[in-house]
């Protein structure tokens, strides 16, 4: 299924991007039964992110990281998106602060494919491009990977999915889509859960290769804005490395004006301009 417009859903997680679905195509050895299952699930997820609709979204992220001894790291992180057709551009700038000199990222994607990306190194004044052969599961800016964008927009590249049991989370019930990743250098799958009253994202689990709990990113806060639905708070918490960060989102603009030049290399050199 394809939606010629933002697809927000958490991101901006955001927040917004065109929705597609990126699942590949199922397996040749799939059963009858499993071949319906992926497109029941697959109909499940167009439900829910269909909530989000925008062809621009502009927003400050406010990102308080606590890690399990109490140190404690806060970013301002903007994010701007905008979609023409098949190409959305993504910009996020880190703004600059006593012991965070305040990198950027940009990444053009076409369809389900990143076409390119580029990050800005501060210490150096230099833009960089990434180098997509080795795969972009790692490039993580603001505390949350490329991946995790895409897996939040829906159209992450899942090799498949299908329906788990319905389950309780904060008081609500849950549908869970189990999701197979075709990029497994980060994760090997993960859980996504959208409410069963609403359709509307509510968390996401991202498991290893051994099926541990690695990441957990939960929706808190969401509301409707405009013809759309956006999310104001969400909090991830990492088993890995033993933090919580909650994002909170700020200045929220949909559907506003949002000049093409700024989705330019020049412009990322230039850093955070807010």
């Not at 509307?200 to 804005?225: A, C, Y």
Request: net charge negative; charged share 25%; aromatic share 10%.
């Amino acid at each position: 299924m394809r939606v010629g417009k933002i697809g927000l859903v958490i991101f901006a997680l955001f927040l917004s991007f065109s929705f597609q679905m990126g699942c590949s195509s199922t397996p040749q050895d799939n059963s009858g039964e499993q071949v319906k299952d992926d497109k029941q699930a697959q109909a499940l997820m167009s439900e829910t992110f269909a909530h989000f609709k925008a062809e621009t979204l502009t927003c400050i992220a406010k990102i308080a990281k606590v890690y399990k001894n109490n140190r404690r790291f806060d970013d301002d992180l903007s994010i701007s998106i905008k979609v023409k057709g098949p190409v959305r551009h993504l910009l996020m700038q880190v703004k600059p602060r006593p012991g965070n000199a305040g990198t950027g990222f940009l990444a053009e994607q076409r369809d389900e494919k990143i076409t390119s990306m580029y990050r800005y190194i501060p210490e150096t004044n230099r833009v960089t491009e990434v180098n997509l052969r080795q795969g972009s599961a790692d490039v993580v800016i603001g505390g949350l990977s490329i991946q995790e964008f895409q897996m939040f927009q829906g159209i992450s590249p899942f090799e498949q999915l299908s329906i788990g049991d319905e389950q309780e989370i904060d008081g609500r019930m849950c549908y869970r889509i189990d999701a197979a990743l075709i990029d497994k250098s980060r994760y090997n799958h993960a859980q996504l859960f959208t409410s069963v009253d609403e359709r509307l994202p509510v968390l996401v689990r991202m498991f290893n290769k051994q099926d541990q709990l690695i990441r957990e990113i939960s929706v808190d806060k969401l509301e409707p804005m405009a013809q759309t639905w956006v999310v104001r708070q969400l909090t991830v918490r990492d088993e890995t490395f033993n933090y919580t960060s909650t994002f909170s989102f700020e200045d929220i603009q949909v559907d506003a004006p949002v000049a093409d030049s700024i989705f330019t290399v020049d412009h990322l050199k230039k850093g955070w301009d807010r």
